[in-house]
C-alpha cells in the first residue's frame, strides 16, 4: 500500500523559511518522479516543483530561486525547502508520486505576520 506522509509546515512570517518533508512507503522510491503540489482556498491545485529519479529538477515560476526540491532516497524522502516566503504561498501543500494518483494528506502553509 502506497503512502505519502507530509510534515513540516506551519506558520511563519513573511521572508521565512520552511522546510517540507514527505516520506514514501509502499513504492520503489529510487525509481520514482516526486513533485510538491499546492492549493489555496478557491483556487486550483498546482505544480510548486517536482524531481526525477535521477535528480532533475523543475519548478514553477512563482518558486524559482525561492525553493529547492531535493531527496534522499536512503530515506524514501522528498523535501521542499521554501525561502523568502509569501504571504501569497499560503497554501496547504502536497506531495504526489508522479504519473501515479497516489497523494499525500498535505501540510498547511500559513505566511503571515
Known amino acids: 500500500q502506497v503512502q505519502l506522509v507530509e510534515s513540516g509546515g506551519g506558520l511563519v512570517q513573511p521572508g521565512g523559511s520552511l522546510r517540507l518533508s514527505c516520506v514514501a512507503s509502499?513504492?520503489?522510491?529510487?525509481?520514482?518522479?516526486m513533485a510538491w503540489y499546492r492549493q489555496a482556498p478557491g483556487n486550483e491545485r498546482e505544480l510548486v516543483a517536482s524531481?526525477?529519479?535521477?535528480?532533475?529538477?523543475n519548478y514553477a515560476d512563482f518558486v524559482k530561486g525561492r525553493c529547492t526540491i531535493s531527496r534522499d532516497n536512503a530515506k524514501s524522502t522528498v523535501y521542499l525547502q521554501m525561502n523568502s516566503l509569501k504571504p501569497e504561498d499560503t497554501a496547504v501543500y502536497y506531495c504526489?508520486?508522479?504519473?501515479?494518483?497516489?497523494w499525500g494528506q498535505g501540510t498547511q502553509v500559513t505566511v503571515s505576520s
Open positions: 509502499g513504492l520503489f522510491f529510487r525509481l520514482a518522479e
Open positions: 524531481i526525477t529519479r535521477l535528480g532533475t529538477t
Open positions: 504526489k508520486w508522479s504519473d501515479s494518483g497516489y
